[in-house]
């Protein structure tokens, strides 16, 4: 019998070496990752919240007592029963004083696997319960796209969900054009928790069938097959440009397929007028695009015609769509896609990232997990995720969304579990003006991270290892009975029972419980996952022998999968959900909503920050933040895997050889990036994987400002990102759209504070 635990990097095979528990990569995954290996580190265990915590001055003072000191002073250790009887009442006063749509629940976070314990679902249906709370729409991850595409060809999930798989593009693809590189280290991740990482050996067999690669990105590293790869190198946020004018060449050399544009697309006559450059007499052609993106002319057209002449598939980044406009390469993409033809046909078409996650090129069964219900929400406000730090500072101002126009709440309270702002927002210096807004702020964390510091109560949370749970996710094949593996650290609860706590204290427990313990959910979240198997054919064996098997596999169900086919062999027939059943390369609802930074089919639109922008100086570089290797986000920064990848203690910065030479930086030095927003030290690695221009600092490294000069030690690039959102239609995240100075070598280097405890008074 073997026992499992499951985490969005994988499924862990769970052994006992002399009577302490250790944790092995799954048999059947054929390329693990480290990063969940370091699960059980003892490095961790310092930086856990141990027993709940009161901020010094909002035990003294009661809410709204001196926030702006959040993150500054000191806490107070308690027992549970006082501190959930403060947490209750702060949110019994707020709904009575001003109502639930004070209430902040947005939550927005990746939390752990695990179908029950998933944190978003537990604070959410415990907020519901209590009257509702405003909510967030759409991820950090695909705030543009998530709003875009549904317009275009289908929702993301369900794009997702049907990717030409890896087996299919092996046999049929002739050319792979990856914007943004398919970067195995994203593909270590899916949420809800990998089986197989297929991602690597899906590439490398691409590669041995002799598909050619061709990487249209800022650095190389992030696309490896084995083989030659023709590394393309382009200035951030332009591959809009370099789209469009690989368009403009199908077009003017005839290589489009006019028959697939006048059975499966609307739009297309409005776009080329404006390639050809009918009415700003600007024609969008590869000396263009070269002007902007850097890319030889030369180089644009030829991509086009190969792109013309062989079965050819086009994948892109999410990175692109995290950016100001992000919304006009993924636009772009499938415009470019449609005009080829080859949408439907094994091997060619698009996909919306064959890198971010291990979830594309599954050929899986797409079935429906177990999930622990939310109730309903009876507060209508909403913010688009990314706006929190906008909605904080300015309650009553107007956003637009998605062709319509919404207000933001006046939050006093916020309740946060399952994530860390601290981590995923952008411009932490205007975060941290907003946050001492609210007069509560409650968070439910394993971790003393960047967040939990900056709370006003702090309720210690158990781990997956800490707890049973069922792991699942979608396309991965299996149901994981996540047997607990260790004890709870300190006095740590789950959320369940927290928030169960809490609902007893405001009258609304049974809503919450429903009178179930832990155990029984899981067997009740069992038997509906069973029933939803049962309408597509596949029957399940009963709760107690699926837990002491540990693991259901449905791979035995898999096929072949090419994205749209169907869609493609008879439009009329199989029509997509969008207003026309057709692709959409012209919009005529997105052009209703007249916005100049959406217009109505895809458009180079000049990014807020570029190295092409008309005031930028020699000494400006742009930042990319793209995702860590070595972590999730920020999840398990403190573990020797994630501390072994740093430079000097802090995250690496990657420069170019040139750009290093000129400023005097060598490898190794420590240097310091800063813009009008922020500064950040971080470690330098002086490469050339890197373009000139251009530098990297991965997300995820524990936010840590000195406290009296702001400085960021740790190398976050957070503290200089840009706080804008994408555009007025989807109001996104624009992290990648950043540039900064950098200089080095810095000496008297600062101690890191990051993963100690706060001080406890
Ligand atoms: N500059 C820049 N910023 C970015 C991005 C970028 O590309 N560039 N990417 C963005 C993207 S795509 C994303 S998705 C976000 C990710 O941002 P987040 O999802 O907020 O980041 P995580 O570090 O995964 O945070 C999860 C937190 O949940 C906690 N946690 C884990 N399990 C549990 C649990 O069971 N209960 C509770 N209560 N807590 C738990 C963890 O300890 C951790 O602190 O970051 C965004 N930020
Ligand atoms: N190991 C690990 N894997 C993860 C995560 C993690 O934290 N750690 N997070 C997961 C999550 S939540 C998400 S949303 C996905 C995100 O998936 P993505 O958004 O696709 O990932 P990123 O790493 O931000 O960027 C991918 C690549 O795009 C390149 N890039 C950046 N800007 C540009 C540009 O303007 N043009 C071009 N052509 N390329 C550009 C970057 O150099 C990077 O190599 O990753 C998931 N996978
Ligand atoms: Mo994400």
Known sequence: MTRYTASHWGIYEVEEKAGAPVLKPYRKDTAPSSIGL?????????????????????????????????????????????????????????RKENGNRSIFGGSYGWASAGRFHHAQSQVHRFLNGIGGYVRHMDSYSLGAARVLMPHLVGEMEYLQSIHTSWDVMAEHTQLFIAFGGVPEKNAQVTAGGVADHRVPGGLRQMAKSGVRFVNVSPVEDNLKTGDAVDWVPIRPNTDTA????????????????????????????????????????LPKSP??????????????????????????????????????????????????????????????GFGVGYGPTNQMGSPHLRMSGPTFSQGTNAVKDFIPVARIADMLLNPGKTFTYDGAEYTYPDIKLIYWAGGNPYHHHQ?????????????????????????????????????????????????????????????????????????????????????????????DWLRRLYAQFATKADTIGISVPSFDDFWSAGLLDFSEHDKPVIMLKDFAEDPIANPLQTPSGRIEIGSATID?????????????????????????????LHLISDQPTRRLHSQLDPSPWSREGKVNGREPVYINTQDAAIRGITDGDVVELSNARGRCLAGAIVSDVIMPGVVRLSTGAWYDPDPDTDLELHGNPNALTLDVPSSGLSQGCSAHTCLVELRGPVNDLPDISAFDPPVFA
């Not at 009975?481 to 789950?494: F, H, L, R, S």
């Open 38 to 94: 370091h699960q059980l580190a003892p490095e961790l265990s310092g930086a856990r919240v141990q027993r709940p915590s009161v901020r010094k001055s909002y035990l003294d003072g009661g809410p709204g007592s001196r926030t702006d000191l959040r993150g500054r002073e000191a806490f107070v250790e308690m027992g549970w029963d006082q501190a959930l009887d403060l947490a209750a009442a702060a949110i019994d006063k707020t």
């Open 242 to 281: 370099l789209m469009l004018a690989m368009a403009w060449v199908l077009e003017t050399e005839g290589l489009l397929d006019r028959s697939f544009l006048a059975r499966c697309t609307v739009g297309y006559e409005t776009f080329r007028d404006y390639i050809l450059g009918k009415h700003d007499n």
């Open 287 to 348: 000396k263009w695009a070269e002007g902007i993106t850097r890319v030889p002319a030369d180089k644009i057209a030829s991509l086009a015609r190969d792109a013309a002449s062989h079965r050819t598939m086009l994948s892109i980044a999410w990175s692109l769509q995290r950016a100001t406009h992000g919304e006009q390469p993924f636009w772009a993409l499938v415009t470019l896609a449609a005009m080829l033809g080859q949408i439907g046909k094994p091997g060619g």
């Open 427 to 519: 411009d932490l210096n205007r975060l941290r003006r907003a946050w001492a807004k609210p007069d509560t702020i409650i968070v439910n964390e394993q971790f003393w991270t960047a967040t939990a510091k900056r709370a006003d109560i702090v309720f210690p949370v158990t781990t997956t290892l800490e707890r049973d749970d069922l792991g699942f996710a979608t396309k991965e094949a299996r149901l994981v009975a996540m047997a607990k593996v260790i004890p709870p650290a300190g006095e740590a609860k789950d959320d369940y029972d927290i928030f169960a706590g809490l609902a007893e204290r405001l009258g609304t427990k049974d809503l919450f419980t429903e009178g179930h313990s832990s155990g």
């Open 592 to 620: 209703s909503f007249r916005l100049a930074d959406c217009p109505g089919h895809a458009t180079w639109i000049e990014p807020k920050e570029w190295l092409g922008g008309r005031s930028v100086t020699p000494a400006q």
